[in-house]
């Protein structure tokens, strides 16, 4: 698995936030959301004019906000409040 893809990424940080490893993560990402998908959403697109694309879901108890070009920004939520925590992007 290639750790600068997105739903790596994803995986990596909520597996932080919750003291586990990746592979501990229970449900697994693609109970959620098609991993595939995602990345490829996320990749920028030479040539495509599409802009920015934002794809948002709800994994175990975090909002996760995936942008073009690999930014990720997860927000656990408690009650009705949200803390964000953008992940860093990846270095080219």
Do not use: C, W
Not at 25 to 41: M, N
Not at 53 to 72: K, N, W
Request: net charge negative; charged share 20%; aromatic share 6%.
């Amino acid at each position: 698995m290639v750790s600068h893809v997105p739903s790596y990424r994803v995986v990596e940080a909520i597996a932080q936030k919750e003291g586990v490893s990746p592979t501990e993560l229970s449900p697994p990402l693609f109970s959620v959301v098609d991993p595939e998908a995602l990345d490829a959403l996320a990749q920028p697109d030479a040539d495509s004019n599409t802009g920015q694309i934002e794809i948002a879901f709800t994994y175990l108890d975090y909002v996760v906000q995936v942008r073009t070009g690999s930014e990720i920004s997860i927000s656990v939520q408690t009650g009705d409040k949200s803390t964000d925590t953008p992940e860093p992007s990846p270095k080219q």
